[in-house]
Nanobody, 119 residues
């Protein structure tokens, strides 16, 4: 089992920044690709970004490309999502996820954390 706990969410004004963190425990963190997803009210959960086990490759949704950056620190068992130039449409519950295969259907999920961007 892999346990994932997100932190760093909150309320921010449009144009501002937030950094989400996701701390993993339970298994060897460096064995897992990590992803961030989000779900806005009344909408389905959508992909945001993902990163390979070594951090050498990343992939972003078009809606966040150039504004969000995913990174990881395998020594700290943590993956990050730096979110800049936030927009009201970025408001959602953000989830981190883990899987032993990059760009697959993620198996392990965190509980989610709220990000609210005010206009």
């Amino acid at each position: 089992q892999v346990q994932l706990v997100e932190s760093g969410g909150g309320l921010v004004q449009a144009g501002g920044s937030l950094r989400l963190s996701c701390a993993a425990s339970g298994r060897t963190f460096s064995n897992y690709a990590m992803g961030w997803f989000r779900q806005a009210p009344g909408k389905e959960r959508e992909f945001v970004a993902e990163i390979t086990q070594t951090g050498g490759r990343t992939h972003y949704a078009e809606s966040v490309k150039g504004r969000f950056t995913i990174s990881r620190d395998n020594a700290k068992n943590t993956v990050y999502l730096q979110m800049n130039s936030l927009k009201p449409e970025d408001t959602a519950v953000y989830y981190c996820a883990a899987d032993d295969t990059y760009s697959a259907s993620y198996y392990y999920w965190g509980q989610g954390i709220q990000v609210t961007v005010s206009s």
